[in-house]
């Protein structure tokens, strides 16, 4: 879905995100305590103007073609690569997509060991990518946050973002073959806006 709502805000068929992963995918680094991030780049092609199951297959097929190849260094594939550099962005990707799916499991262990956690919010002034979605679960669904690059978007453009991307994801589940520049986009405020009082 949030594919599908960088294609249509801009025009563009080709959406390339930057994806960190946890890198812990061998059972005997697991319990070692370190930071082993990595960032994965998912590329999807939307040309052709496919359906929503259609890029759901699609998006599934790069995330698994990424992870069997999540040991590769992303500084190792900028070098192979030679994308053209600057300091005023990120190579390969300007948009992350972060998931975090840390089982309940996971803390509850550290827990019973004595240690007590809590999350603590880092505000950090700057935004390291031009758009960052991070997506977590919690016991009552998916929580998320999205950090802008302040240059480029303004609050109330980010709110209307999340806006279409709501009306976007239910226009897919609703409708999960109709052809994505078909699905909607607007909330109804925004329809009865368009629609009656603007249409005088």
Do not use: C
Not at 162 to 181: D, I
Request: hydrophobic share 45%.
């Amino acid at each position: 879905g949030f594919v599908a709502l960088l294609a249509r805000y801009s025009g563009q068929k080709d959406i390339v995100l930057g994806s960190p992963i946890a890198a812990r995918n061998r059972t005997e680094i697991e319990p070692l305590i370190g930071f082993f991030v990595n960032t994965l780049v998912f590329r999807t092609d939307l040309s052709g103007d496919p359906t929503g199951m259609a890029l759901l297959e699609q998006v599934r097929q790069v995330a698994l073609g990424a992870y069997a190849h999540q040991d590769i260094p992303f500084e190792q594939l900028v070098d192979a690569l030679r994308p053209e550099r600057s300091l005023s962005y990120a190579p390969l990707f300007q948009v992350v997509f972060a998931f975090q799916n840390v089982p309940d499991t996971a803390i509850t262990e550290l827990e019973s060991l004595g240690l007590t956690l809590s999350q603590a919010p880092v505000e950090t002034g700057t935004a390291k990518f031009d758009l960052s979605l991070s997506l977590a679960q919690d016991g009552a669904g998916i929580v998320g946050a999205l950090e802008y690059n302040t240059d480029l978007f303004e609050a109330a453009t980010v709110v209307r973002m999340v806006g279409h991307w709501k009306t976007l994801l239910a226009g897919m589940v609703a409708n999960p073959q109709q052809r994505l520049s078909k699905l909607p986009l607007l909330t109804a405020a925004e329809q009865q806006q368009l629609l009656v009082e603007w249409n005088d």
